[in-house]
């Protein structure tokens, strides 16, 4: 019987971002993504309870991630992942993250509370 973080349900290669914003020239705001490491993780939605009450809270959670030990997990900003579609062109979702929690206290695996803020249709 396989566990819910399993290592083998870390399927998805996704990227690990942290955000600077600084100020440009006019009025608006230069994001730069630092940071960016590839790993293996599990993405899942969250439960209908986690995200009704997120959105009676005005803090939205709608997927839990799931990857290996991190040691820099609360300064992860946002996770992409990239999914190739039947007809080839490839999909980029854009995780926010909310909060990172340790998994069963023992710095295996650490599970990341995202919110998804954007994905790009070619």
């Known amino acids: 019987m396989a566990r819910e973080d399993d290592i083998g349900s870390m399927r998805w290669p996704v990227r690990l971002r942290i955000n600077q914003q600084t100020p440009n020239m006019t009025t608006g705001i230069t994001e730069i993504y630092e940071g960016t490491r590839t790993v293996y993780a599990d993405v899942r939605p969250v439960g209908a309870i986690t995200l009704y009450l997120g ?60 919110e998804l803020e954007r994905f790009d249709n070619p």
């Not at 030990?69 to 609360?74: E, G, H, L, V």
């Open 55 to 114: 959105q009676q809270l005005g803090n939205e959670l709608t997927h839990r991630i799931a990857v290996r030990w991190i040691d820099y997990a609360n300064m992860v900003d946002y996770v992409f992942r990239d999914t190739t579609l039947q007809d080839g062109t490839v999909r980029t979702e854009r995780f926010r993250v909310r909060r990172a929690e340790e998994i069963e206290g023992r710095k295996r695996f650490v599970a990341l509370f995202c």
